[in-house]
């Protein structure tokens, strides 16, 4: 379906609006939770990790899987998590996503070995990877009319940003109140309230897949070939970009995605139809998301070492300093998502990715005796608000004229692009900052100190001209209007929640 033929007059946008009613208000506020969720424990556990490395005996090497084992079966089961929402029904895919999520939390907080752990977080992500793309799809699926649909998807992109800053937050409050083993206890009172509210505000749907005609080998190479993925880029970092393994492991990567494709291609009933990358708009959307978050998102990562190795700040000292944005992410996408109707999406996520840029280069001149008022708070609360415009707008022209039977799968699409984005711009970053330091050090001019925060700085800096490529990217996307929005309110909703 074109998105050009949305159009809802004003007078029934009006009166089809869910979000006049509290039943509206508490699926939004559902939704939003469960999102929290997935986005609080891609940074929570960061500041907790020197305990968990003394009270569970990890090695240096190991310790990194405590992270990066939630962000590998994460990214790698987003599309399948998507599409498994499309054909068996969101609140199942949601309410299976939450049992599995909170149980391999409870595990992990009571994991007494470095391996259990570690299984516990792949566990989580396999979680996390069926819940983020049933809660998006939830939320375009039941919110149709265009102020209903703008102002849900600004509250979830606000969120989204707010998860990130608050999991470090909740990490140093954690870590050093009752101790490690609740940040990832917390997450089990969240998904019972989630799981609570599944039920009591969600509609059962039908199943629309028969599992005699399931592409079971479409979903093994997806699957494998996003993992694989996922996997080099994380490790790149350590093993070495022109290393023989990581090539290895891209090449096989790309060939096993590359056969998915000619597989979806030539089956009857594919596990992602490729028909959706024909909704205009949606690989321009996803592309931006993923150059964004690859600017982004390695933000915390170096911030968050400044803070602690060079201003010597405690844990809650540096969950504190990052307050001010999530007020950023939370005007930002308030205002901008009621920007769309009358301007589009594109001009916001332009004007957004450049003062978000300029966020991240105040931030990247950064000093080895900085003060947290001088150096770390406008470039915090500028590049905030810049890209909960950027976010916002993704969000919204990515999710725009895509039927409701394709909604987890456009959902999946774009997380996947910011998992990969996460990944990515971490590995490319860390080895720019990593060079700079060396090369400082090595001339012996700088302190240990000055020398990583120059580093920091420089992979900053590069931060900022990805944002900048990012707002170049989206010079190619449409510009969703009001009138290129929901599907017309007559039709049958794909959650019939408003009785």
């Known amino acids: 379906m074109n998105a050009e033929a949305y159009a809802v007059a004003p007078e029934k946008a009006r009166e089809a609006s869910l979000l006049s009613t509290r039943r509206g208000v508490a699926i939004l506020l559902l939704l939003s939770l469960v999102q929290f969720m997935d986005i609080l424990d891609a940074s929570i556990l960061n500041i907790a990790l020197p305990s968990i490395k003394d009270d569970l005996g990890f090695s240096q090497q190991g310790l990194q899987w405590v992270v990066n084992g939630y962000i590998l079966t994460y990214g790698g089961f987003l599309l399948l998590g998507g599409r498994m929402a499309d054909l068996l029904g969101r609140r199942l895919v949601l309410v299976s996503g939450l049992v599995l999520f909170a149980g391999a939390s409870l595990t992990g907080g009571l994991a007494h070995s470095s391996s259990l752990l570690v299984g516990a977080r792949f566990a989580q992500g396999m979680g996390a990877a069926m819940l983020s793309p049933a809660a998006l799809s939830t939320l375009t699926s039941t919110f149709r009319s265009t102020r209903d649909r703008n102002t849900a998807l600004g509250v979830w992109a606000a969120v989204s940003g707010i998860g990130g800053a608050a999991g470090v937050l909740f990490g140093g409050l954690l870590t050093e109140g009752p101790g490690w083993r609740w940040v990832l206890f917390v997450n089990i009172p969240f998904s019972a309230v989630a799981l609570v509210g599944a039920f009591l505000l969600l509609e059962r749907e039908r199943m629309t897949a028969r599992l ?126 009621q920007l769309f109707a009358r301007i589009g999406t594109k001009p916001v996520i332009l004007v957004g990715a450049v003062v978000a840029a300029g966020g991240l280069y105040w931030l990247s001149r950064i000093a080895a005796d900085g003060s947290y008022l001088s150096d770390l708070l406008p470039g915090l609360l500028v590049s905030s608000i810049g890209l909960g415009g950027v976010f916002t707008g993704v969000t919204t022209a990515a999710n725009a004229g895509v039927e409701a039977e394709q909604a987890g799968l456009a959902a999946g699409l774009l997380n996947t692009g910011q998992q990969l984005g996460a990944a990515l711009g971490l590995a490319i970053l860390s080895a720019l900052a990593t060079a700079r330091t060396n090369s400082l050090l090595d001339g012996g001019h700088d302190t240990v100190a000055q020398a990583a925060t120059h580093g920091y700085g420089r992979a900053l800096l590069a931060g900022a001209f990805l944002v900048i490529a990012a707002g170049a990217v989206a010079l190619l996307s449409r510009n969703t209007r009001e009138t290129q929005t929901a599907p017309a309110v007559e039709e049958e909703p794909a959650l019939d929640l408003a009785a």
């Open 212 to 337: 005699a005609s399931f592409d079971a080998l479409g979903a093994l190479l997806v699957t494998g070939g996003m993992l694989l993925l996922v996997y080099a880029l994380v490790k790149a970092p350590d093993v070495g970009w022109g290393a023989t393994r990581t090539i290895a492991e891209l090449a096989v990567a790309g060939l096993t995605l590359a056969g998915f494709v000619v597989n979806e291609l030539r089956v009857k009933n594919p596990l992602v139809p490729l028909s959706i990358l024909r909704v205009k708009g949606i690989a321009v959307a996803d592309a931006t998301q993923l150059i964004a978050v690859a600017g982004f998102l390695p933000m915390f990562f170096f911030l968050t070492l400044y803070m602690q190795t060079v201003l010597h700040y405690s844990p809650i000292q540096t969950g504190l300093a990052y307050l001010p944005l999530t007020g950023g992410f939370i005007i930002a996408a308030s205002i901008c998502s």
